[in-house]
C-alpha cells in the first residue's frame, strides 16, 4: 500500500477531532491473506485450548448469555503472524503515525479485535457473562498506567466495518478534555453516559481496505456483531520514538 498522504488540513482534523478515516488503503488480495492468517491463528489456538483446556492469556473471551463462547481479541499478534508484522512494522503504517504524531514512532502494541461468537466445547472455562458490545472508554487509561502519555491507535479494518457490525463509535474532541472514568470488574474503566452521551456519537462504517485512526485519549465504543459476518480489525498503537514504558 501507498503510505497515505497526510496533507496540512487532514492533520489540523485529526489534532481537533482526535480522529480519521482512510478508506481503501490496502488492497484485497492483501485483505485476503491476512483473514486468512487470522482465521489459522484463531482455530489453532481456540484448539489448544479445548484440548489442554487451559486458557490462553493472549485470548480474551468470555460466554454470552445465549451460552456461546465469543472471542474479543488476541493480544499480542504479531510474533505469531508474519504477514500481519510486516505491514504493522512496514514504512506504510508507519509513516501514517509518524505525521499524525509529528515525529519518529515505534510499534508498542498490537492486536487483533475478532468480535465473533465461536462453535468451541468451552464448558471447563470459568468464563464470565457479558454481552457483546466493548463500552465506553479510552485506550490511555490502560496506556498511561504502562508509561506512555501520547499514543495514536491505528486499525485496519479486515472486513466491512458496518453498524450492523459494531463498527467504531467515537466521541469527537473527547481527547481534549479530562473525561471521567469509573472501574468496573470485568471491564477495565469505562466513561460514563453522562461524560460522553450518545448523542454525541460518530459511527465510523469503513468498508473493508479502510484505515482507522484515533488519539488515544479518543472517547470510543462499539456494539454488538449482529451481522452474519465477522468484524476483524489489526489494531495497532504507535508512540512517539523517544517515549518508554516504565
Known amino acids: 500500500m501507498p503510505a497515505p498522504q497526510i496533507s496540512p488540513d487532514t492533520r489540523h482534523t485529526f489534532t481537533d477531532r482526535g480522529y480519521l ?15 486468512a492468517e487470522t482465521d489459522r491463528l484463531l482455530w489453532r489456538m481456540l484448539g489448544q485450548m479445548v484440548a489442554t483446556r ?7 473471551w468470555w460466554r454470552l448469555t445465549s451460552g456461546h463462547p465469543y472471542v474479543l481479541k488476541i493480544k499480542p499478534v504479531l510474533d505469531l503472524a508474519p ?3 510486516a505491514l504493522a512494522r512496514g514504512p506504510d503504517f508507519t509513516e501514517l503515525a509518524a505525521h499524525l504524531l509529528d515525529g519518529p514512532v515505534r510499534l508498542m502494541e498490537d492486536k487483533l479485535m475478532i468480535k465473533e461468537k465461536v462453535q468451541v466445547a468451552a464448558g471447563w472455562a470459568a468464563l464470565p ?6 463500552c465506553k472508554h479510552t485506550d490511555a487509561a490502560y496506556f498511561q498506567t504502562r508509561g506512555y502519555n501520547t499514543v495514536v491507535t491505528v486499525a485496519l479494518c479486515l472486513d466491512d466495518c458496518t453498524a450492523e457490525a459494531g463498527a467504531l463509535r467515537v466521541w469527537p474532541a473527547t ?6 472514568h469509573v472501574p468496573t470488574t ?18 465510523l ?33 504507535y508512540a ?3 517515549s518508554r514504558a516504565e
Open 54 to 60: 487451559t486458557p490462553d492469556p493472549r485470548i480474551t
Open 205 to 237: 462504517e469503513a468498508p473493508a481496505g479502510s484505515v482507522l485512526a484515533w488519539d488515544a485519549r479518543l472517547v470510543h465504543a462499539s456494539g454488538p456483531n449482529h451481522s452474519s459476518g465477522p468484524r476483524r480489525l489489526l489494531v495497532l498503537g
Open 240 to 242: 512517539p520514538a523517544a
Open 186 to 203: 470485568d471491564r477495565g474503566p469505562v466513561v460514563p453516559d453522562h461524560a460522553a452521551p450518545d448523542t454525541d456519537a460518530v459511527m
Open 83 to 85: 504477514i500481519a508484522a
Open 175 to 180: 481527547h481534549r478534555q479530562d473525561v471521567e
Open 21 to 35: 478515516v482512510l478508506p481503501d488503503q490496502v488492497a484485497e488480495t492483501t485483505l485476503e491473506e491476512l483473514r
Open 129 to 134: 457473562v457479558l454481552g457483546e458490545e466493548v
